[in-house]
């Protein structure tokens, strides 16, 4: 019965008919028509600045002509410019005063505010607005704050008869100031990333905790931290990324000085191809900064996977 | 070691819903006691204020004449199997194991000494180096019993631990728990709305329902002498059939009088039941099938439901209600079927408006 069903033409037929319906995985090109935009504009906005960038860093460019092939030269001259390199020192110093920091206060607090009170809401949103002012309003505070003389800080300390650390104006204190200032701003994004990572462990396993035996501290070593170790990675290789591209706090609050010392990679790359116009040297400083950040993020996630979770 | 535990009054409010309400009871050592009831009866709630997971509102907790209801979970001498199984996800199956114990300062000579008793008990030694993401259900329930077990608690809580695997493991895993208890001869409080695992596991159940302890007894007593309309519902499967009956109470035992005249003899005594509106009650292997005209009453068959060893037959009475009587497994009984059906006397019930049973006598 069988084989005489499947030797008749019908039996053919229907199975010649389902076809093309039995590989619904198969590439359809229409499909490409709904990644068009996003490619549209991942390919002008981001892959073609990108690639031109490189090659403007090759070249003797300025904003009337891109000038001439001059190989590494560009690099070669940012190797021996002292300012760039103290840059590129200015920018990790930051990138170790802010990132490590925003990430143990921005668990701090989620540890703190993880519960459903009412206060826990309020402290919730307050710790979260300085997020969405902008750098300007940022700097414009805490301008305010570390004014000598009359700042907030002066007038704190002036109670106690003490003068104000100068924030602003000491070489050893101003990439301090620029990173109270940013941490101020950028303490948000950590802290909500935490609370979620905090709201997605399962209350069960903190009611098995409880059963044997687990203090508080137990508690939070042995089960806690272990729970939120990928978003730990994730906020540090976030708070890198953006750290790394500091320039409007610099900018606003000391102009880089005093003498340079808190100049960043981004802020000299500003000067040099928009205030000098150098884009060559600056597209090359440009560069260096990507391939920074790049090594660091990626340093992060293998450092991170090697050590293997294989929960 | 085990212990007894003495539940006195207690109860338990979720704001202005009251969960339990005036609870008492006694679990002696050794025994296994299964909290039976359908979702929401508060049997949950009850296992975890035993295990300290939730406060009492009112009444007290004692393990050996011990007030234990002020204590921390894990100063309760306590262990719980939880149905999510509850495993440290980032830990494996032997730091699992070993947690609760370096949390108390035991040597870590005893900690080995117990995790590998444990493992072999479970038949697990090869799982000890491995995550919980890396083990199956079933493995992972084991672990969560080999949790338990090192801590040598005086009571193990199992709250549902088997709702979460496929039917065969289930019935595997209820063998092995059986098994575990006769070996560790430990007190177990097992909550489950399976009346499977409840008949087959418990010394004793305690059916709950709706705030309260319905009926607590042995698994043959809950079943042949449920205490209320809803316990002899909810346990046994199918359920007991139920019909509204008038009452002879003239004779010596009571004769129940359906609404289209048929009428059983029972054999529970006039003298206890009161006048009102009663229910009759009685099992489907109690409902025998006969010819039409030879039974208590006839019927048309609605529905087969062969089942191997015997064949669930479901009738419509004249008045149209349905009884489910049992015939052999291969009863020649077709649908559309005029059939006689034969109430044994000696096992039907009596059910009266609030619910409360009647019994015949025991023989």
Same mark, same amino acid.
């Given at each position: ?83 760039? !390199?103290? &840059? #590129?020192?200015? =920018? %990790?110093?930051? $990138? ?5 920091? *925003? ?121 806690? !931290?272990? &729970? #939120?170790?990928? =978003? %730990?990675?994730? $906020? ?5 990324? *953006? ?69 | ?363």
């Amino acid at each position: 019965m069988v084989d005489r069903l499947a030797m008749s033409p019908t039996a053919t037929l229907a199975v010649g008919a389902r076809t093309p319906t039995a590989d619904i995985y198969a590439p359809q090109w229409r499909n490409f028509i709904f990644v068009a935009p996003f490619l549209f504009f991942f390919t002008t906005l981001l892959l073609f600045p990108l690639l031109w960038g490189m090659w403007l860093s090759f070249h003797k460019a300025d904003t009337f002509s891109s000038g001439n092939f001059v190989g590494f030269g560009n690099y070669v001259r940012l190797y021996h410019d002292k300012v760039f !390199l103290q &840059s #590129i020192w200015n =920018t %990790f110093y930051f $990138v170790l005063l802010t990132v490590p920091t *925003l990430a143990l206060i921005g668990l701090f607090l989620a540890l703190c505010l993880n519960r459903r009170t009412r206060t826990a809401a309020v402290l919730r949103t307050l710790f979260f607005s300085s997020s969405v002012l902008s750098v300007t309003i940022v700097t414009l505070i805490w301008r305010i704050v570390f004014i000598p003389n009359v700042g907030l800080l002066s007038t704190i300390y002036g109670w106690f008869g003490a003068t104000a650390p100068a924030f602003i104006s000491d070489p050893n204190l101003a990439m301090v100031g620029i990173a109270i200032a940013t941490i101020w701003w950028c303490i948000g994004l950590p802290m909500m990333l935490f609370l979620s990572a905090l709201q997605q462990i399962p209350q069960d396993i903190y009611e098995a905790a409880a059963l044997d035996n687990a203090n508080r501290w137990q508690t939070l070593r042995s089960i806690t !931290l272990p &729970s #939120i170790k990928r =978003t %730990f990675i994730l $906020v540090i290789i976030i708070q890198i990324v *953006l750290q790394f591209q500091l320039f409007g706090q610099a900018w606003l609050m000391t102009r880089g000085g005093p003498n340079n010392l808190t100049k960043p990679i981004v802020l000299y790359i500003y000067d040099t191809a928009f205030r000098r116009w150098d884009l060559g040297l600056g597209a090359a400083a440009s560069e260096i900064l990507f391939i920074l950040i790049l090594i660091a993020a990626m340093a992060q996630y293998l450092v991170t996977r090697s050590r293997g979770d294989q929960a | 070691m085990t212990a007894d535990i003495e539940i006195r009054n207690v109860s338990k409010q979720f704001g202005a819903m009251t969960v339990l309400d005036h609870l008492s009871l006694s679990i002696r050592a050794r025994e296994f006691i299964v909290f039976l009831g359908p979702s929401g009866c508060g049997k949950s709630t009850l296992l975890r204020m035993i295990a300290g997971l939730e406060a009492v509102d009112s009444g007290e907790i004692a393990i050996n004449n011990e007030r234990i209801d002020h204590l921390p979970p894990g100063k309760r001498g306590i262990a719980m199997v939880f149905q999510s199984y509850a495993l440290y996800p980032h830990m494996t199956v032997r730091d699992n194991m070993a947690f609760g114990l370096a949390n108390i300062g035991v040597p870590g000579k005893v900690i080995e000494a117990r995790i590998n008793e444990a493992a072999r008990i479970l038949e697990m030694p090869h799982l000890l180096d491995r995550k919980p993401g890396q083990l199956s259900g079933g493995q992972r329930q084991r672990v969560a019993i080999g949790r338990a077990i090192v801590k040598e608690p005086k009571a193990f809580l199992f709250d549902e631990p088997l709702s979460n695997l496929d039917a065969a493991l289930r019935t595997r895993t209820r063998i092995e728990l059986a098994q575990l208890h006769q070996r560790l001869q430990s007190t177990m409080i097992f909550v489950t709305h399976d009346q499977v695992e409840a008949m087959t596991l418990a010394d004793r159940i305690v059916v709950m329902n709706n705030r309260k302890i319905d009926q607590i007894g042995t698994p043959m007593e809950i079943y042949e002498r449920p205490a209320t309309k809803f316990v002899a519902g909810f346990v046994g499967a199918p359920a007991m059939n139920f019909v509204d009956a008038t009452l002879n109470k003239s004779g010596e035992n009571a004769t129940a009088r359906f609404a289209d005249g048929i009428s059983v003899q029972t054999e529970i005594a006039s003298s206890q039941l009161t006048d009102g509106k009663y229910t009759f009650g009685i099992r489907s292997e109690d409902v025998r099938i006969v010819a039409a005209g030879q039974g208590n009453a006839d019927g048309v068959v609605d529905v087969l439901e062969r089942l191997g060893e015997r064949t669930l037959i479901y009738a419509r009475l004249g008045d149209g209600q349905q009884i489910v009587g049992s015939d052999a497994g291969n009863s020649r009984v077709a649908v559309g079927d005029r059939i006689g059906l034969a109430f044994d006397g000696q096992k039907s019930h009596l059910f009266n408006e609030t619910g409360r049973a009647w019994h015949a006598r025991e023989a």
